[in-house]
């Protein structure tokens, strides 16, 4: 049995997995995520009958997403295998997204909000949400240009969907496809998926070796990097 979390953008989210979905629980309101995960947690364990000697790992959509979201789940999860003696399994956050939206007859492009009018974006193959453009971060103008080698249809998920719909469409025309907005964002189940199938090909790591993906310097990075290079 597998436990997920994505707290990586407005949804907070967490499931249990045996091989299937077992109990999920998803909010999607600004500031919950500190204080509800944990609630949450106890939630869908108390649900499923679950103690903490059921759990084989801990799967935790690891970026990119909002730094501070990011923070939150990777904390959550190392806390919590540190203290039940498992692993945690570190999924790509885009990946599980597009798992959601599988099957698709074409293309599935998730993007999420990177702000300073950029995005994270990746391409994955609709049949089995398998890879072919790894996660990037970019500006929004440039996004099109991510499904510029395939005339397939694309179906464009992810809470940068909506403010990059009028970009895609007019780059992309009828082969833009936006997902309806309730189903956009992440879903703990993906994350148990692909972290039950990270598993079996023993991508599990300690607690202390767990690690945020983030892609791009974070605000006080760039901001001290800036002070060091004016002193």
């Known amino acids: 049995m597998i436990l997920g979390i994505d707290t990586t953008t407005l949804a907070c989210c967490v499931?249990?997995?045996?091989?299937?979905?077992?109990?999920?629980?998803?909010?999607?309101?600004r500031q919950a995520h500190s204080v509800k995960i944990m609630t949450m947690i106890g939630d869908v364990m108390r649900d499923a009958g679950a103690r903490p000697e059921d759990i084989?790992?801990?799967?935790?959509?690891?970026g990119p997403g909002s730094f501070t979201g990011l923070r939150i789940g990777m904390a959550t999860a190392?806390?919590?295998?540190?203290?039940?003696?498992?692993?945690?399994?570190?999924?790509?956050?885009?990946?599980?997204?597009?798992?959601?939206?599988?099957?698709?007859?074409g293309v599935i492009c998730p993007i999420l909000e990177a702000r300073k009018g950029e995005v994270y974006a990746a391409l994955y193959l609709g049949t089995d949400g398998s890879a072919i453009l790894p996660p990037r971060c970019l500006a929004v103008e440039s996004l099109p240009s991510v499904p510029a080698n395939t005339n397939d249809s694309v179906l464009f998920l992810g809470d940068a969907a909506g403010v990059c719909a009028g970009i895609l469409d007019a780059a992309l025309g009828p082969r833009a496809v936006i997902a309806p907005e309730e189903r956009r964002l992440p879903r703990a189940w993906s994350v148990c998926a692909i972290g039950s199938e990270m598993l079996r090909a023993q991508c599990g790591v300690s607690p202390l070796q767990a690690r945020p993906t983030y892609l791009r310097a974070s605000e006080a990075e760039i901001a001290w990097s800036r002070k060091r290079a004016t002193c």
């Open 78 to 105: 190392k806390g919590l295998a540190f203290g039940w003696g498992r692993p945690v399994v570190p999924v790509p956050t885009l990946d599980a997204l597009a798992r959601t939206a599988v099957p698709w007859p």
């Open 15 to 29: 499931a249990l997995f045996d091989e299937r979905l077992v109990a999920e629980r998803s909010l999607y309101i």
């Open 56 to 62: 084989t790992a801990v799967a935790v959509s690891a």
